[in-house]
């Protein structure tokens, strides 16, 4: 071996520290073992975004002149492992700085592994991986995602989980006692070094073969030159919106008067054609259209322009622009007429407003599975501090769920 | 566009500063918000033009700012929406505006500026270095160094006519010597209104602008993925203001019926000098001076005002110095640590000439900084100095500081 | 000697806001980004007859990156603290054209946004002077979200006592690193401005209040200022869904005060005029506080003190809330 490059990618700010612990530990480890690394995040992500993925590199090599190689990059050009700490990151991410959806495996070396936590079986975290032309290896860390924040860290044993299970996939890199003992050199002992050995343990690897995957084609971004960009910093802005799908808005349109009760055709704003934010959404909102009582305060409070307004009145949640933020769900007046559901759970971004004018039984039968399934699953998902103790509690519950 | 030449008798003569001569410059290009903030030597422009407002003579959003930061701001703002602008600075002015001056390049908004040249704080001082404006020269600014108050005017007309055309689209500055331009009154004539008409045509910020008819995104923040392609456009934008200002200054010449020969560079009695000086702005006075003593005495001395300093004239200087012995250059600045502790204008020169078969002995010359005067005898002393190179074969002090007490 | 301005109507409720989208997806923030919503709600109630220049700071690095923009009107950047300086440059460059005939003429919108470190801190002197010029109509929008974020959350002159920032982190030996109260920025412009005709501060999470002092700002004429109170969920350590109520528990708990000064006159505004007068009390700055991670080190004794400032604010001020000093004693 020479050289072994790890990435971890992650949701911006809600797993800055636990990715920062994860990269610092691994090269902690190498120096246990004389080597030498580098721990570094893509510096395009910075600053980082609630939600957005980014992603933080560890390299280690034997020495400094082969370290050298992989240093005053941006990003690793490939990785022996990916660790993905977001399940729902498995459908590709789109970096606030980057143009087009990457696929969560794109780094992942031939005969490499990528790491996911997550509480899904294999096969259903493969439906949603973009399928790649070399053979891979997926390695799943049973836990549910964990969230915190930029200044209060949720320490629920994710972290030295994952190392324990790096050292079981890529033993070249560091051996489990290296990575312990770097481990215990930063001062964790006691719980959370059984909780990487035993992750270590019990870790299982399912090979992936060429071509097993999602088929989507992730959708890319060409870069112009300077000759065919416009001079002076410009770039030409938004169209202004239309009527809903496009359809003209009908007479007596006024943007200054004209409101948002389906009127006029609707409304549906353009939306960029370079940038979507779907990426960043782990959860997503499930409206109950039917006891909608049109109050337009989900689509008044969105802060991304997400809800399109149809012409019965209705407010259509676009799921290219939707970043899950849960806003909606939380100034919705009406019991459960919005719920937020794992993104996981979902396999399109079509529009719920045309699912339920077409098959409306259909729709409430499909609604409620959803929303059935999100409360049996993942009652606890949070996305950052609530209040004083509320951390300490999710991570109890975190760790006695543990399948370890 | 001018296509016939004018005659110029239509002008009306006047005495008045370099400084009074921008301002009937401003009120002849009819420039539409003009900023002023006060600091010596360049705010006499700005007292001109508040009178001529006030008398009702020069209509124009005139704003006194807070600052020299805000100054620039507000003309930035304002040429983004289609009005043609003018403001200015001095010293350490100029420096406080020094955010608002780079990002006006990088938008390629078409600012002119007046540079009343001053020395740096600390310590204070009013009199003349080139420092102050010499600090946009990598930023994307035109950059010239006015030699008369009649120069002041023309360049002012000049500067908006090359600064608004769309294949140029850069901000343009124009240094005027604290005291002996800013502060000193000359003959100047003052063209008519019709002929600047003529010359100068309406400011047309075309698909760039910044108008609810046109909604564009000025601006946006880029990564490493687009600021390459940025300034490469900006570095485009400059190589082509070469032919710009070209065919504005032919243009000029037709209808003000005055102009040198090249809009670049004065060439004073070099065409068989041994010896070349070389200098900017107001210097060129006690310099040519001293050239027609010497060529009296049989020296055979010439002397080179640069007076684009951005672009850099590579081919007329390199051409104009190609065949003399010895260059001498006088820089009214200072480069502390530079290669040969020459000044800024002596190292570019040298760089400018590096790849000329026959390459003259080169020689750096400081003096009048802080506004001392440069006298006949200085030129005289470093044309010696120049001499004695020639005559040893070698430069043995590659940097001299003229009129300096030990 | 303002020139007209645009007919902009005042809202009554929810279902009077426009459905106009000037600012729509495409930008880059942070889930649950109040200030987003701020931009979308300041240009819904604008409308497309209008020019936005933002100055560095989220507003500008998150919503426009190059080559994608969420703005359908005109935007500009501007340097950060140069917001009052873009609008009085926009604003003085449309009125000269126009009055030289050089441009058709109408009433064109000109709004300037700052974030608290552009507004409250770097660019309060540009805003100041923008201020002072009552020949042009221009409205600075300040999007206060208490920290310099888009640099990575450090501690603006606008941030709140004792917040945990990546300049004043809670440290072993000084667990409050931020010792400096909260600027009181409008009344402080309200009072060296006595000509402007409409300064106002408002909150995302009451949208027709919100939209309407945006209307009124713009149609009364002359130069105004709306500071706007955004909570952010990355600097302040909560769950984005919560962004909208904690806009409403800073207001409720009294921390932020909602108000409009209208031609000299004081205007409190929803809870904050409630609790002026009594009908509905304060609710406790713990309500607020302890939901932020920000404040997660804060002891029992700085929640104390925390409270005692706010209610010193409501009961000693001469004005509760809003103007801290009055004439003495003898002179009153």
């Known amino acids: 071996m020479s050289t072994v490059a790890v990435e971890v990618v992650y949701r911006g700010i809600f797993q800055k520290t636990l990715a920062r612990n994860i990269v610092r530990t691994i090269v902690f480890a190498a120096r246990k073992e004389g080597k030498i690394g580098t721990a570094f995040g893509r510096y395009g992500d910075s600053p980082e975004r609630n939600g957005i993925p980014a992603k933080q590199f560890a390299i280690v090599s034997d020495s400094p002149e082969e370290l050298e190689e992989n240093l005053a990059v941006y990003e690793a050009r490939e990785v022996d492992v990916t660790i993905n700490v977001d399940d729902t990151m498995c459908k590709g991410i789109e970096s606030w700085a980057w143009y087009g959806l990457q696929p969560i495996n794109a780094l992942t070396k031939p005969g490499g592994t990528l790491i996911v936590t997550s509480r899904q079986e294999a096969d259903a975290l493969i439906e949603d991986i973009h399928q790649k032309d070399t053979a891979y290896n997926l390695a799943i860390v049973p836990a549910s995602t964990s969230f915190s924040g930029l200044w209060v860290y949720k320490d629920d044993h994710t972290d030295v989980r994952i190392l324990g299970a790096l050292a079981r996939v890529c033993p070249e890199l560091v051996s489990l006692d290296s990575m312990l003992a770097a481990l215990e050199d930063q001062g964790w002992g006691g719980l959370k070094l059984t909780s990487a050995r035993n992750t270590h343990d019990r870790l299982s690897t399912r090979p992936v073969e060429p071509g097993e995957g999602s088929e989507d084609e992730p959708f890319s971004f060409d870069l112009p030159g300077w000759k065919s960009m416009e001079e002076g910093l410009v770039i030409r802005g938004v169209e202004e919106g239309t009527g809903f799908r496009g359809v003209a808005q009908g007479d007596g349109y006024d943007p200054i008067n004209s409101v948002a009760d389906g009127s006029h055709g609707g409304f549906e704003p353009t939306r960029s054609a370079v940038f979507k934010k779907f990426s960043t959404r782990s959860m997503r909102p499930v409206i109950n259209f039917d006891t909608c009582i049109k109050c337009t305060l989900c689509w008044l409070q969105c802060p991304d322009t997400c809800f399109d307004v149809t012409p019965d009145g209705l407010y259509d949640a676009n799921m290219e622009a939707c970043c899950g933020c849960a806003v909606c769900e939380a100034v919705c007046p009406v019991a459960d007429c919005i719920t937020m559901v794992n993104e996981s759970e979902f396999n399109d971004n079509n529009s719920q407003w045309e699912h339920w004018t077409q098959d409306k039984e259909g729709y409430h039968r499909w609604m409620a599975d959803l929303i059935q399934v999100q409360k049996d699953k993942d009652a606890t998902r949070s996305h950052g501090y609530h209040s004083p103790g509320t951390y300490e509690a999710e991570s109890e519950v975190a760790m006695a769920g543990d399948d370890d | 566009m001018a296509t016939q030449t004018l005659p110029p008798q239509a002008e009306r003569e006047e005495l008045i500063s370099g400084s009074e001569a921008i301002a009937i410059a401003c009120s002849l290009a009819d420039v539409d918000v003009i900023t002023a903030y006060p600091i010596r030597p360049y705010d006499t422009v700005m007292q001109y033009v508040s009178k001529l407002k006030a008398d009702g003579a020069f209509d124009c959003d005139f704003i006194v700012a807070e600052s020299e930061h805000s100054q620039f701001e507000i003309v930035k703002h304002a040429s983004a929406v289609g009005a043609r602008t003018f403001c200015g600075s001095s010293g350490v002015g100029w420096f406080y505006a020094f955010e608002a001056i780079t990002v006006t390049a990088g938008l390629r908004l078409p600012v002119v500026a007046m540079v009343g040249n001053r020395a740096l704080d600390d310590p204070g001082a009013f009199g003349v270095e080139h420092n102050d404006a010499m600090a946009v020269r990598d930023l994307g600014w035109m950059l010239y160094w006015v030699g008369t108050a009649q120069e002041a005017l023309d360049t002012a007309l000049l500067a908006w006519r090359v600064a608004e055309d769309p294949r140029v689209f850069l901000p343009a500055a124009i240094s005027c010597d604290g005291s002996f331009l800013t502060h000193s009154q000359a003959i100047v004539n003052v063209p008519t209104q019709e002929q600047v008409n003529q010359f100068l045509p309406q400011y047309d910020r075309g698909r760039l602008l910044l108008h609810p008819d046109n909604p564009i995104t000025v601006a946006p923040q880029v990564n490493e993925d687009w600021l390459m392609e940025i300034r490469r456009q900006t570095d485009d934008a400059m190589r082509r203001t070469g032919d710009v200002i070209k065919e504005a200054y032919e243009e000029f010449k037709q209808v003000f019926g005055r102009g040198d020969p090249s809009p670049f560079i004065e060439e004073y009695m070099t065409e068989d000098a041994d010896i070349v000086l070389v200098g900017m702005g107001t210097l060129a006075m006690p310099v040519r001076v001293a050239v027609r003593r010497m060529r009296e005495q049989g020296k055979k001395v010439g002397f080179l005002r640069v007076k684009f300093f951005r672009p850099f004239a590579t081919d007329e200087i390199r051409e104009a110095l190609s065949h003399c012995k010895a260059v001498g250059v006088i820089d009214r600045d200072y480069s502390y640590g530079s290669p040969s502790y020459g000044g800024v204008l002596f190292n570019e020169i040298r760089s400018a000439l590096y790849t000329l078969d026959q390459r003259p002995l080169m020689q750096s010359f400081i003096a009048g900084l802080g506004g001392r005067e440069v006298l006949v005898r200085d030129v005289e002393e470093m044309t010696a100095m120049v001499q004695e190179s020639i005559d040893s074969g070698k430069v043995t002090e590659e940097n001299t500081w003229i009129g300096v007490r030990d | ?332």
């Open chain 3, 1 to 332: 000697m303002t020139t007209m301005t645009q007919d902009l109507p005042q809202v009554r409720g929810v279902k009077q806001i426009p459905v106009f989208e000037g600012f729509t997806s495409g930008h880059r923030t942070c889930q649950g980004c109040e200030s987003a919503l701020v931009m979308r709600l300041m240009i819904k109630a604008a409308g497309p007859r209008t020019i936005v220049v933002g100055s560095t700071g989220c507003m500008y690095v998150a919503n426009t990156t190059y080559y994608s923009t969420p703005w359908v009107v005109p935007w500009m950047h501007t340097q950060l603290g140069s917001s009052g300086s873009a609008a009085t440059g926009t604003a003085a460059g449309l009125a000269s054209l126009m009055r030289k005939g050089k441009m058709q003429e109408e009433p064109i919108n000109v709004i300037a946004f700052c974030g608290d470190g552009g507004g409250v801190d770097m660019g309060l002197s540009a805003i100041s002077a923008a201020l002072q010029h009552d020949e042009y109509n221009l409205l600075i929008l300040c999007y206060d979200n208490e920290s310099y974020a888009n640099t990575d959350i450090q501690v603006s002159g606008s941030s709140p006592w004792g917040a945990n920032s990546t300049f004043s982190p809670p440290g072993k030996v000084h667990r409050i690193m931020n010792r400096r109260w909260k600027k009181n920025t409008a009344p402080m412009l309200a009072a060296g401005h006595p000509d402007v005709r409409y300064i106002a501060t408002a909150c995302g999470s009451y949208g027709p209040d919100f939209t309407n002092k945006i209307r009124r700002a713009l149609t009364i004429g002359g130069p105004t200022f709306i500071h706007s109170i955004d909570p952010c969920p990355k600097g302040w350590d909560y769950d984005p869904k919560y962004s909208h109520e904690l806009g409403m528990l800073a207001v409720e708990t009294g921390i932020w005060v909602q108000y409009e000064i209208v031609d000299g006159e004081l205007i409190l505004n929803g809870p904050s005029r409630a609790i002026a007068r009594g009908i509905r009390p304060r609710k406790p700055v713990t309500e607020y506080l302890q939901r932020q991670g920000r404040f997660a080190h804060l002891t029992e004794e700085d929640l104390k003190f925390f409270q005692e400032r706010i209610d010193e604010s409501w009961e000693k001020w001469w004005v509760p809330g809003v103007v801290p000093f009055g004439p003495h004693d003898e002179d009153a």
